[in-house]
């Protein structure tokens, strides 16, 4: 399909006279609440009517109550909920074609001819086959008398749109569906608390989680907490693995170490296809080591709680644009599934993703396990190798030698995360046979030689740890610019990673610069993004931010609950960031705010009394509390204390006001998975890049690099992680205000403004595509939402 034009908005897309079904099918995930919630607003706001479809296909079916009219009201306060309030089931009469004659009947009697499906692939699955019947089924219900032939044209064709909501992340050609992220959260929850008792005890845990068909969460699990053995579906273990497993579990418990995960799926299985089950690798253990063993099977414990402030963003943008790709769809337009890539919507072909999930479980089943993987996708691919590269240890006699030393520190304010790719950066940097040092306190240590060599062992168990470890400070280098030359001479430091946020990318360039002084900085120097700001030029996602975003959407949930049971309140809320509003703005997204205010959108008097009588009309209806996050640096004036003031009086007889200053407990404790798989992945590939500059600029015995392109900043840019230099940086970047000049999150704010009911432009020019799966290999960034 052509890319559509880049000034068309959403009002030229009207919903006027057509009518849209939202319904949820299969298993439930986490989010699911949220995809409802955008597809009522989105078609209420573009003049469609919606009408929920409770209990799935089975509503469908059974008609009557269960399917009815959605209003505005009728979604509010579903965000944070988990599972899904609209129902869902298995349903047996809808795989018949008389079933389904019920259900096309019940759906023409109400004008129904837009189905938006939140499911696995069996319900999307179902649905096309639906849409393929329609003009047979309606042919059908005329001949039986029970519609006219006028109803039959007029309704004469069904258009669908799926979003996968299933915790597995067993969809291909997605990046992510909505329920993984939540699912991951449990998991690591999970982790952490028996990790506490494990140490405790000396034991050893096996953990089975869901997976049946599908190893992601329990690999990347696995990498989140740094187990010490994943057993998955896809990748069974080669022969003879239980002795591997036990000479390694034997080896870390003689090196002191008190404790050990396993992680398996529960559909794990071996080369024959055999299961692996969790109670068969405890007797393992138990009977070679004689190790205290326990196993948890976290079962239905991973579908449950809150859905993430990933999975709630997830899914409100996948909502939207199911709504956008009905109104934009024809008779001869394909059923098509709406996902995220990297940073954008996109539409993929609904059977052809269908059919790739069925080729993985083939490929699987006639033992073609390497296609398997393949077939995956490019995420689940590098998840397995980063895995392998930091989980499994050679010998000392396998590791090459390179003579290269590489130091590694964190510089800037602490973010969640930073530990997790210190240890990455350690492990793989001892893997490709480099000696490597940690600096303590960011450049402060550097000059005073607070510089150590790192072990492997050393950074166990890093993953989980909030805050930074190593140290950190704000210092740049320019300062003490003679002295740090002097250490890295002292150490003989081949190349530098620099783990932070806005003060790293200043830090790179001063040492770029200083260069043509000091042969020293003439080294491969990396920095990796890690700020909860989100603030940092060349990158759409820092280390940090998600476990920020994650922090204020569980405060915001809590606030929000305080006033249930009091009459119409809101809550002005300040968020941290600095000048830069992507907390304030994607954290309002995911908490369901009303309004955000933020240095990057101006904003006045004028603006401030709109939304204040916007929100007054609200309180009106059933919707009894309010949402408004500001960014402390937003605007001088019109600060937290005058916005509160101001909303409490012109408010008065209709709503109080409270505010929350939520400080540093943005920093969060400890890191969410996505921050912990992103510090990891990133750091691995930033190693790699590396030992390839080093190898490359070695010339007669030492190394030089003085080229732009040996100075870098690896950034997750739209689909892809890329490497570039900080020089060509500059330009990108408003330094007074410590942010990027262009900020792909600010095309989110319009949803936020929808979904809050304030009449706004909404620009499409990034959606509205239907991108085609090539059927040997999934569609799929390659930063695949960095988990």
């Given amino acids: 399909m052509a890319q559509p034009d880049n000034k068309k908005f959403f009002e030229n897309l009207t919903g006027a006279g057509k009518a849209i079904a939202v319904l949820t099918s299969g298993g439930d995930a986490q989010g699911m609440n949220a995809a409802v919630r955008a597809v009522v607003r989105m078609g209420i706001y573009v003049g469609a009517k919606v009408y929920f479809v409770h209990e799935g296909y089975q509503g469908m079916v059974d008609g009557g109550d269960n399917i009815k009219e959605a209003s ?29 004659l019920k259900a096309a009947h019940n759906l023409v009697q109400r004008g129904i001819t837009n189905l938006c499906v939140i499911g696995g692939d069996g319900s999307l699955t179902g649905a096309n086959l639906f849409r393929e019947e329609w003009s047979g089924l309606l042919a059908e219900l005329v001949q039986q008398g029970l519609i006219d032939e006028e109803a039959s044209q007029k309704y004469s064709a069904l258009h669908i749109v799926g979003m996968v909501g299933s915790i597995d992340n067993d969809f291909c050609g997605t990046d992510m569906t909505i329920g993984t992220d939540s699912a991951l959260h449990r998991i690591i929850e999970v982790v952490d608390a028996i990790m506490t008792t494990a140490q405790s005890h000396q034991r050893t845990f096996v953990l089975e989680v869901m997976g ?55 559909g794990a299985i071996d080369r024959n296809n055999q299961p692996i089950t969790s109670e068969h690798v405890k007797n393992l253990v138990v009977q070679r080591l004689g190790f205290d063993t326990r196993v948890t099977i976290l079962g239905h414990v991973q579908r449950g709680g809150t859905p993430s402030a990933f999975d709630r963003i997830l899914a409100s943008r996948m909502g939207v644009e199911a709504v956008l790709a009905l109104l934009e769809t024809t008779a001869n337009t394909p059923a098509c599934v709406v996902s995220l890539c ?51 240890r050679k010998p000392e006699s396998e590791l090459p030698h390179s003579n290269f030393n590489v130091a590694v520190l964190n510089v800037g304010a602490p973010a ?6 210190v240890r990455s950066a350690v492990r793989v940097g001892i893997s490709e046979g480099h000696k490597m040092f940690a600096v303590n306190d960011g450049f402060e240590g550097f000059h005073k030689g607070q510089i150590k060599e790192i072990k492997w062992a050393d950074v166990g168990g890093w993953t989980g740890q909030g805050g930074s470890l190593l140290g950190t400070k704000r210092t740049l280098p320019a300062k003490h610019i003679e002295k740090i030359a002097e250490q890295i001479r002292k150490y003989s430091i081949n190349a530098l990673l620099v783990i932070g946020g806005f003060e790293a990318l200043e830090c790179l360039l001063q040492l770029n610069e200083a260069r043509a002084h000091y042969e020293e900085f003439c080294i491969p120097l990396c920095m990796l993004p890690a700020t909860i700001s989100n603030n940092v030029p060349g990158t759409d996602l820092s280390v940090g931010a998600d476990t920020a975003l994650n922090a204020i959407v569980e405060t915001c949930d809590r606030i929000k609950q305080s006033a249930s049971g009091t009459k119409h309140r ?33 904003f006045d008097i004028r603006d401030l009394q709109s939304n204040v009588e916007h929100l007054t009309e609200k309180m009106k209806t059933s919707i009894q509390r309010g949402l408004v996050p500001r960014n402390e640096n937003s605007n001088e004036s019109y600060t937290t204390d005058f916005i509160y003031q101001l909303y409490s009086e012109e408010g008065r007889g209709v709503f109080d006001c409270r505010k929350n200053v939520l400080g540093h407990m943005q920093q969060g404790g400890a890191p ?65 205000h410590r942010i990027p000049k262009e900020q792909w999150w600010l095309k989110l ?10 009449k706004t432009s909404y620009d499409v020019s ?22």
Avoid at 766 to 787: F, W, Y
Wanted: glycine share 8%; aromatic share 8%.
């Fill in 672 to 736: 969410s998975p996505f921050d912990r798989n992103f510090g990891t992945k990133i750091a691995a590939k930033a190693m790699q890049w590396i030992t390839k500059k080093l190898n490359e600029s070695y010339r007669q015995g030492r190394v030089f690099a003085n080229s732009e392109d040996s100075a870098c900043l690896l950034g997750m840019r739209r689909r892809a992680m890329v490497f570039q230099p900080v020089v060509q940086l500059k330009d990108e970047t408003d330094f007074v």
């Fill in 342 to 392: 990297g940073n954008q919507s996109v539409r993929l072909p609904l059977m052809e993703c269908v059919q790739m999930t069925q080729q993985v479980q083939k490929a699987m089943d006639e033992k073609r396990f390497e296609e398997a993987v393949r077939l995956r996708g490019r995420s689940f691919e590098n998840n397995l190798k980063t895995y392998k590269l930091l989980a499994h």
């Fill in 749 to 758: 704010r319009p949803l936020m403004k929808i979904l809050a009911k304030y």
């Fill in 570 to 602: 809101v809550f002005i809320i300040e968020t941290m960031g600095g000048y830069c509003g992507y907390l304030a703005s994607v954290g309002g997204l995911a908490a369901g705010a009303d309004a955000a205010y933020i240095y990057e959108e101006p």
């Fill in 766 to 787: 990034d959606s509205g595509q239907l991108e085609h799966v090539v059927l040997n290999r999934p569609k799929e960034s390659e930063a695949t939402a960095a988990i």
């Fill in 72 to 100: 505005w009201e009728s979604v509010s306060s579903m965000l944070q909920v988990g599972g899904t309030v609209i129902g869902s089931a298995r349903c047996k009469d809808f795989r018949s074609r008389e079933g389904r």
């Fill in 416 to 421: 969640a995360g930073m530990n997790a790719a």
């Fill in 212 to 266: 049946r068909h599908c190893g992601y969460l329990a690999l990347v699990s696995a990498l989140a907490c740094g187990a010490d053995w994943v057993l998955i579906p896809e990748m069974p273990p080669e022969d003879g693995w239980e002795e591997k497993m036990c000479e390694k579990l034997s080896a870390k418990r003689a090196g002191m170490k008190r404790l050990n995960i396993i992680i398996v799926a529960e």
